[in-house]
């Protein structure tokens, strides 16, 4: 690899402002007749002197009836003398508080003659009317020397895509490695520019696949977007879309809708903080408090309040809907509005976070698989028992078993925390990565069940999927860049529902709920007729060999 150097940035000329500024610096107290010192000490005496004097006059005049303001030529003098005197010591000794003021003013010259010559030099560097290369090359060096922050590229440069080319240089060169498999060009940097992404250097292409049709009652038919890496997801995932489709379709039942953020509070004991607790469960506050929290935005609004108390520390989780996006940003203004107005009637009470966990957000919780959080869907399906015969390649009471044994009691076995299903988090983060979602939230937005039964007198078989936090969005965060966007308006569920606010983010709930449901089937059945390791062996396996497409330098 030959990462090029360009040779060091030659100093400037000096000007002669500058060769000036080199030259001793004059001082106010070389005009003087006589040293500095001497100067003090002479206007200190007379200062004294003269003071003694007009004291003495102004006494014998008080004791001879003399009007104080009929004065001699003498005693006018001395009053010139005095005030003269009384300016001079003032000033601090005068010529000293003068020069205080002098010098400085001239080091803070010269200090601007150097700034002047760095500004110079870094409008050299951005200035566009210079060779590109040349110019990118000597941001690059100051990048690497630490004379310029990474993260300021943007806001100096004012181009975001070449901002990012810089910084990648900058990084190869800094780590002595180069990245020519990361994707850079054909990106739109600007869109990520202080919502998504911070110093970036390129995008990972990460491949989208489709699986459908996916036909769900009373919302139609979804072709799915998966972006994953993962082989036999997509093609798994669309043979369960084909069973259900086959059978019917499935139908997604929206049960809840809320997203939640819960402050962790302290007061000086447990009964200050019970106090709290019992105010805020009382229903008579309940729509002073909504009032409150719903001015943090036209579509945020307050569902409930739940209190748990920890000794002196108390932990609010708040519930609201939030339109068509996920909410995080929106429910934690309104729990920040309801704060401050709390102070009023608790100033004892000590905010600690506007986050104590009991939200729970991005990591397994209990409340969240017992209370939801986002949007909590059930999702079911009667698969006939020829379907289940030529699709699945299996039988109905072998799914049942092994749905018994692995999702239930196997799960229950490792002591799951809403892990009792297939694989349901492969599915809810192939969606999420392909419409801009928080990747993070897969951990909660993955909690399941999956319930097997035969129906029918045996013949068919009732599946369904129980998903109680399903945290999705479909405007803000990611979901407005170009490929996720297009993945969303793919499903129909693009941007905000104008007559019905949170319609497409439920809705893009019912889509993911369904498109687990079609991957349970599938991998359940594929486990189930012995079909798995003999499936990723043929899929999940490349014999390319990719040593020569992406160097390891």
């Known amino acids: 690899m030959d990462l090029r150097r360009k040779p060091p940035l030659q100093p400037p000329p000096t000007t002669k402002r500058q060769q000036r500024s080199h030259s001793p610096i004059p001082k106010a107290s070389d005009a003087l007749p006589l040293p ?15 003071s003694y004097y007009l004291l003495h006059r102004w006494r014998d005049k008080i004791r001879s009836s003399t009007p104080l303001h009929v004065v001699t030529l003498t005693e006018l003098s001395a009053i010139v003398l005095l005030i003269a005197s009384f300016i001079y010591l003032l000033g601090f000794f005068g010529i000293d508080f003068v020069q205080s003021f002098v010098s400085p003013g001239r080091e803070n010259e010269d200090k601007n003659d150097i700034n002047i010559v760095k500004t110079n030099v870094l409008s050299d560097v951005y200035d566009y009317d210079y060779d590109v ?25 004012g181009d975001c895509f070449r901002a990012a080319k810089i910084r990648r240089r900058a990084v190869e060169r800094s780590v002595g490695r180069e990245v020519l498999g990361l994707g850079f060009e054909g990106f739109d940097y600007e869109s990520i520019l202080g919502q998504c992404c911070e110093m970036p250097i390129g995008y990972v292409k990460v491949p989208v696949g489709v699986a459908g049709p996916l036909l769900l009652s009373g919302c139609g038919e979804f072709m799915v977007p998966m972006a994953t890496t993962e082989g036999c997801l997509v093609a798994s995932t669309n043979r369960g879309c084909k069973a259900i489709y086959a059978s019917g379709g499935a139908t ?16 000086a004991t447990a009964e200050r903080a019970s106090q709290l607790k019992f105010f805020l469960e009382d229903g008579v506050n309940f729509d002073t408090l909504s009032v409150v929290f ?25 519930t609201c809907s939030t339109g068509d996006a996920m909410g995080m940003n929106m429910v934690s203004k309104g729990v920040q509005n309801v704060l401050d107005f709390l102070q009023n009637d608790f100033p004892d009470m000590d905010v600690i976070g506007i986050s104590g966990n009991f939200c729970s957000d991005k990591k397994p919780a209990a409340v969240n698989w017992i209370e939801g959080r986002g949007k909590s869907v059930v999702c079911e399906a009667v698969i006939s028992e020829e379907v289940v015969r030529k699709v699945l390649k299996t039988t109905v009471p072998a799914l049942v078993e092994l749905n018994m044994l692995k999702n239930l009691t196997g799960s229950a076995i490792a002591g799951s925390l809403g892990g009792f299903n297939a694989h349901a988090a492969n599915i809810v983060s192939a969606v999420f990565i392909a419409t801009g979602q928080d990747p993070a ?11 097997m039964e035969a129906v029918n007198n045996g013949k068919d078989l009732h599946v369904s999927v129980t998903m109680p936090s399903i945290e999705v969005g479909t405007v803000g965060g990611g979901t407005q860049l170009a490929s ?15 007559e019905s606010p949170g319609s497409n983010a439920q809705l893009l709930a019912r889509i993911v709920a369904g498109s687990v449901l079609a991957g349970e089937l599938s991998l359940m059945s594929a486990i189930s007729a012995g079909q798995l390791v003999k499936s990723h062996m043929k899929y999940n396996r490349s014999s390319r060999d990719m040593s020569a497409i992406v160097s390891t330098v």
């Open 441 to 451: 939230q897969n951990i909660e937005s993955s909690h399941c069940i999956t319930m």
């Open 36 to 50: 500095l010192y001497l100067t003090n000490t002479f206007f200190f005496t007379l200062f004294f002197s003269v």
């Open 484 to 498: 996720q966007s297009a993945c969303l308006n793919l499903l129909g569920v693009k941007g905000a529902c104008i």
């Open 133 to 157: 290369n040349d110019d990118d090359d000597m941001v690059v060096k100051s990048v690497v020397c630490g004379e310029v922050n990474s993260y300021s590229l943007e806001a100096r440069l």
């Open 252 to 267: 997604a039942i929206l049960l809840k809708d809320g997203m939640t953020r819960a402050p962790v509070v302290r007061f």
């Open 294 to 318: 719903n001015k943090s935005s036209r579509f945020a609004r307050l569902q409930n309040i739940q209190c748990s108390i920890a000794g002196k520390n108390l932990y609010i989780r708040f």
